[in-house]
């Protein structure tokens, strides 16, 4: 079965941590660039980060030296560490390989 499955969202403190995972089946991970994107209420969906086959990695200005996005081709897993977390950050967050997205998985920052 084709699918991304996301994973790690929750609700954490200005400054805190999170980690997302998204776990990929039915397509050759190894040579496919993964992107996160969010989508924040009233807003349109924006990417976030996004990593070739090779490792090369981009991000949006807003997220740059906070977020870090990674992969594990044995594990089919791309991941979104988050740190210094603002209430800006707060949205649905997706996974995505070309036309494949995720469910989603919720971000809240709030104290």
């Known amino acids: 079965q084709v699918q991304l499955v996301e994973s790690g969202g929750g609700l954490v403190q200005p400054g805190g941590s999170l980690r997302l995972s998204c776990a990929a089946s039915?397509?050759?991970?190894?040579?496919?660039?993964m992107r996160w994107y969010r989508q924040a209420p009233g807003k349109q969906r924006e990417l976030v980060a996004s990593?070739?086959?090779?490792?090369?990695?981009d991000y949006a200005d807003s997220v740059k030296g906070r977020f870090t996005i990674s992969r594990d081709n044995a594990k089919n897993t791309v991941y979104l560490q988050m740190n210094s977390l603002k209430p800006e950050d707060t949205a649905v967050y997706y996974c995505?390989?070309?036309?494949?997205w995720g469910q989603g998985t919720q971000v809240t920052v709030s104290s």
């Open positions: 995505n390989h070309l036309r494949l």
């Open positions: 039915g397509i050759i991970f190894s040579i496919s660039t």
């Open positions: 990593i070739a086959s090779g490792g090369l990695t």
